[in-house]
Structures are given as structure tokens and as C-alpha cells.
């Protein structure tokens, strides 16, 4: 237990209340010894991660019991109806699969800090299969994954402004009732100005300033 703790960045005594929490699974027991092993470790850094993100522990073990028993992840964050983004359950080995040779313990970590990627025991769980695919289309055509996801991270804070720009546009101007429906119109906006922007820069023959 020590030396997961000290892997994970953590007291044995933080350890311990996620354990009583069964935010972790029991270890392997041989006799009176616990086995501790990756997964563990991956769930660990997992929890740091939707942490970092703002999940409460209570959270935290409502997505780790929804994982457990298959129950949508939408559905234990209240999200109401379904997004267009779907989750995705895989194997270490699938994964390996979507980008071969591309699977370090590093690109692992920025995935996790992403929020891509969720551990649940032996499984691992992509937040979005559209994401996962282009991912995997652009490992495939020769883009290094570090790179994917140096760009995810961007393109998520700049997709966090937008958001923000037409949630506070439409709660202003629009029933509570009505905010789903329109929420079409803005992502239509987003496509139009980033397909405008895509033909302007690949006219200019390089990338601009960002």
C-alpha cells in the first residue's frame, strides 16, 4: 500500500478512505499480503484527474458504480438527454489496437488530464467515439498522438470560450425551455466560421498565427 501510495502522489492514509470509499477495487491477497498492481494505479490517477476537473469523491464513486454496472455515464451526470457523444469501452489491448505504438505511459497521462480516457478495472473507457476515431484517423496519417493531444488541449480551452460565448447569448435571449433546441444553431455557426478559417489558412499555404 505504501508503495502505491508514493506511485500515485498520495498519502497511505488518502489511499486508505478511497479504499473504505470503493473508489478503487480490493487488491489480490495471497495469504496476508495485498497485491497491488497498474490498475490500481490507473484508477488512482484517474481520481487525481476528475479531481483536477472539479468531481466531487461522492461523483467520483456515482462513475465508478455506473462503470461497474454498465449504466450510461450521461445518466449518473444528470446530463438529461443524451448528447451526440458516446462513450466508448475498451480493452488495454483495443486501445493498442486505435494507435498502434502510439500507447505510452505518457500519451496515457495527457489523456487522462484530458479527460479522454476513464480506467474501470481492466477496462478503459474514450469519453467520445468521435474522438476516438479522428484520433486514431490522424495517428493513421502520420500525426504523432502527442501531438493530437497537444492540439485536444487547445482546442478544448478554445471551445470552452465559445461555449461560454452562446450559453451567455441564449440564456439571455431564449427560454430555458427552448436552450436545446437551439443548440444547433450555434454548433452550425462554429462549423461554418472553422470551415471559412480551414480554406483561408490552407490558401495562405501555412498555419498563422494562432
Not at 480490493?26 to 497491488?36: D, F
Not at 443524451?82 to 497521462?109: K, M, Q, W
Not at 484520433?135 to 478554445?158: C, D, I, T
Not at 461555449?163 to 450555434?186: C, I, N, S, V, Y
Amino acid at each position: 500500500m505504501a508503495e502505491l501510495a508514493e506511485a500515485a502522489g498520495i498519502t497511505v492514509r488518502t489511499l486508505r478512505f478511497y479504499r473504505e470509499r470503493g473508489l478503487i477495487p480490493p487488491p489480490r491477497r495471497e495469504g496476508r499480503i495485498a497485491w497491488y498492481d497498474e490498475r490500481h494505479l490507473a484508477r488512482l490517477r484517474t481520481i487525481a484527474a476528475l479531481l483536477e476537473r472539479g468531481h466531487t469523491l461522492t461523483g467520483i464513486a456515482d462513475l465508478t458504480t455506473a462503470f461497474e454496472s454498465g449504466r450510461d455515464v450521461g445518466e449518473v451526470l444528470e446530463l438529461g438527454p443524451p448528447t451526440e457523444e458516446e462513450p466508448v469501452r475498451l480493452t488495454p489491448e483495443e486501445l493498442a489496437d486505435h494507435f498502434a505504438g502510439e500507447v505510452t505511459p505518457e500519451n496515457l497521462a495527457a489523456a487522462l488530464d484530458l479527460g479522454y480516457l476513464a480506467t474501470d478495472g481492466e477496462d478503459i473507457v474514450h469519453v467520445s467515439r468521435r474522438l476516438l476515431d479522428v484520433s486514431a484517423a490522424l495517428v493513421r496519417e502520420g500525426v504523432p498522438l502527442a501531438e493530437v493531444l497537444k492540439a485536444g488541449a487547445r482546442v478544448r480551452a478554445h471551445a470552452e470560450a465559445l461555449a461560454g460565448l452562446f450559453a451567455e447569448m441564449l440564456t439571455a435571449h431564449a427560454k430555458e425551455a427552448d436552450l436545446q433546441r437551439l443548440r444547433p444553431l450555434a454548433k452550425s455557426v462554429v462549423e461554418a466560421e472553422l470551415s471559412m478559417a480551414l480554406d483561408r489558412r490552407l490558401r495562405a499555404g501555412g498555419p498563422g498565427t494562432p
